[in-house]
């Protein structure tokens, strides 16, 4: 890991682009000797983190979404550990038009009772898809770190849907609605799901590639059947 932040600093003085790297920089700010930098870089592309190009400047590296995402457990891990705690979550992302299968997914009444009893409103039957803009993306795994409410999984008679984790949510600095993180969704992690009791697109007027706000609680949310 400390080789990825190694090139995740290197990468950054290099504009976000990807870093030119000398095994004996890499070595220098690791304080390791030069052999040791280039085995941490073999391994490092063995496990998909970085990619690797060799170029007359140097060897050019860049990190890989999955590096990017170990990076970002790490930032949340140590921002916990060196900030005070904050009261909520704060996602920003773009609109987007998904698969279509919101509404049939939202109106099922396995999940439709639950949402009622659990997060106290009768959702539009429609899900709003926000892609996180890098900002978001670092702040999306402290999610991780609250207990959500748990959306259980049924059987229809001849279909099973799997379980969904929900997180109450102020959307757009003034409507109740929720988070949706389906425990085997299709989405990768840069998008969230959110639902409210009216059709977002329409109450807020918005289009694909407008930016959208939600506001996420959090401490632990209990649900309103046990309140």
Do not use: W
């Not at 004996?24 to 990619?51: D, H, P, W």
């Amino acid at each position: 890991m400390m080789a990825l932040i190694g090139l995740a600093d290197l990468s950054s003085r290099a504009g976000g682009e990807g870093a030119a790297v000398k095994t004996r920089e890499l070595a220098k700010l690791m304080g390791v000797s030069q052999q040791s930098a280039s085995r941490y870089l073999i391994e490092l592309e063995g496990l998909g983190l970085i990619s690797r190009l060799r170029a007359p400047r140097g060897e050019i590296v860049r990190i890989t979404e999955e590096g990017s995402r170990r990076l970002a457990a790490l930032y949340s891990i140590l921002r916990g550990f060196f900030e005070r705690p904050e009261a909520e979550l704060v996602l920003e992302g773009k609109v987007f038009s998904g698969l279509g299968e919101g509404a049939y997914y939202v109106s099922q009444e396995g999940y439709r009772r639950q949402f009622i009893e659990k997060l106290g409103f009768d959702p539009y039957p429609g899900t709003l898809n926000l892609r996180l803009d890098s900002g978001s993306r670092l702040r999306r795994p402290l999610l991780d770190r609250i207990e959500p409410i748990l959306i259980e999984g049924f059987t229809n008679g001849s279909r099973r849907f799997g379980p969904v984790k929900c997180f109450r949510a102020i959307v757009a600095d003034g409507i109740e609605g929720a988070v949706l993180i389906a425990v085997r969704g299709h989405y990768e992690d840069d998008v969230i799901e959110v639902i409210a009791p009216m059709g977002l697109r329409e109450a807020l007027g918005l289009r694909d590639g407008q930016t959208l706000r939600v506001r996420i609680p959090l401490a632990p949310s209990p649900s309103r059947s046990s309140a």
